[in-house]
Nanobody, 126 residues
Framework: QVQLVESGGGLVQAGGSLRLSCAASGRTFSRSAMAWFRQAPGKEREFVTGINWSGGITAYADSVKGRFTISRDNAKNTLLLQMNSLKPEDTAVYYC???????????????????WGQGTQVTVSS
């Protein structure tokens, strides 16, 4: 089992930066693919970025490519999301998620992720 706790959200002006962290407990973190999803009010939860178990493969939504960077530290059971050049449309609750099966493969599908954090609010003002 994996428990996930996000932190680092907050209020920032457009053009600013935030760094989200996801602390994971459980022995399967290092074998799991991980991802960040986000959900804005009235919208479906959407894939933002993912990383495979080793950190060697990453994937990004087109909307964040070049601005966001995902990374992980398996020794510390931590997933990170560096968000730069933030835009008002990035405003959402951000969730980290773990996919314990086929950890070398990143998925953009919500249904393939077994464990979710409680979310952290990111608000970008214009």
């Amino acid at each position: 089992q994996v428990q996930l706790v996000e932190s680092g959200g907050g209020l920032v002006q457009a053009g600013g930066s935030l760094r989200l962290s996801c602390a994971a407990s459980g022995r399967t973190f290092s074998r799991s693919a991980m991802a960040w999803f986000r959900q804005a009010p009235g919208k479906e939860r959407e894939f933002v970025t993912g990383i495979n178990w080793s950190g060697g493969i990453t994937a990004y939504a087109d909307s964040v490519k070049g601005r966001f960077t995902i990374s992980r530290d398996n020794a510390k059971n931590t997933l990170l999301l560096q968000m730069n050049s933030l835009k008002p449309e990035d405003t959402a609750v951000y969730y980290c998620a773990a996919k314990t099966a086929l950890g070398w493969v990143i998925s953009r599908a919500r249904d393939e992720y077994d464990y979710w954090g409680q979310g952290t609010q990111v608000t970008v003002s214009s």
